[in-house]
């Protein structure tokens, strides 16, 4: 078994606690406008072909490194590959390494519920509440992301969800309301994070030669991002502010 991998980050600080091995894997079924990585949308790009037991041995590297922090498997959609994720962790979890998944839920089989019992924290993107405009944001439904979500609290496995604020299209006052309400019910969210969107990731969109829908979006004002922020805690939701 080998997984097709985009690439790896060997000192990692923004997906998950502490310094982080962050393997992105090859392949997403979502399309979302938003996407900074829209190289790794088609399967067949791939930049390298890994065994788990190669992959670990990457990880393996740099143990000392990420003692305080671990593994985190993004993409793409890590969970289009769940055979070799589930042994890469696998792997991880019996040398004593933390593991996180970042996902958007969107594959929820009994394949990926396998892959959650090696799993100690997931990153969780719930980039839309309603479900019309979540379709609009990312081609696919809402619903098994949504499933995905309850599941996860039913198995009490610590989360931490991900909002990407995206203006004119995820910044509307009642939809984070919404939002907010819906996620305040779950006792496993450790951590909310809010994301400003950002055109960091315009030269691939270029570089793939696809239609960039975003290319003249403004970023959210620091104003919004606090707006939606507020709106969140309000909800009793564990909010990672930004500086004030």
Not at 72 to 90: A, Y
Not at 121 to 136: R, S
Request: charged letters at 30%; aromatic letters at 12%; a neutral charge.
């Amino acid at each position: 078994m080998k997984g097709l991998i985009h690439s790896f980050e060997s000192f990692g600080t923004k997906d998950g606690p502490g310094i982080r091995f962050v393997l992105f894997m090859q392949g997403c079924p979502l399309r979302c406008l938003y996407c900074h990585n829209v190289d790794t949308w088609n399967i067949k790009d791939y930049k390298k072909e890994l065994t788990p037991e190669e992959t670990f041995k990457e990880v393996f590297k740099i143990k000392n490194f990420i003692k305080t922090g671990g593994i985190t498997i993004s993409g793409g959609e890590p969970l289009t590959q769940p055979d070799f994720i589930k042994e890469v962790f696998r792997l991880c979890k019996e040398n004593g390494i933390h593991t996180a998944l970042d996902t958007s839920g969107y594959i929820f089989t009994n394949r990926a519920k396998e892959v959650l019992e090696y799993v100690d924290l997931v990153l969780l993107d719930i980039k839309h509440i309603n479900p019309e405009k979540y379709k609009v944001l990312t081609s696919v439904n809402l619903a098994p992301t949504l499933k995905f979500a309850e599941y996860l609290q039913e198995i009490n496995k610590p989360v931490w969800l991900r909002y990407v604020l995206v203006p004119g299209y995820s910044d509307d006052e009642k939809d984070l309301h919404e939002w907010a309400k819906y996620c305040s019910k779950f006792t496993n969210v450790e951590r909310v994070d809010i994301l400003p969107f950002h055109q960091m990731g315009t030269p691939k969109w270029e570089m793939m030669k696809r239609t960039y829908v975003l290319k003249d979006n403004k970023t959210p004002t620091k104003e919004e991002i606090i707006k939606a922020e507020d709106i969140f805690a309000s909800y009793g939701l564990p909010v990672k502010l930004t500086n004030r």
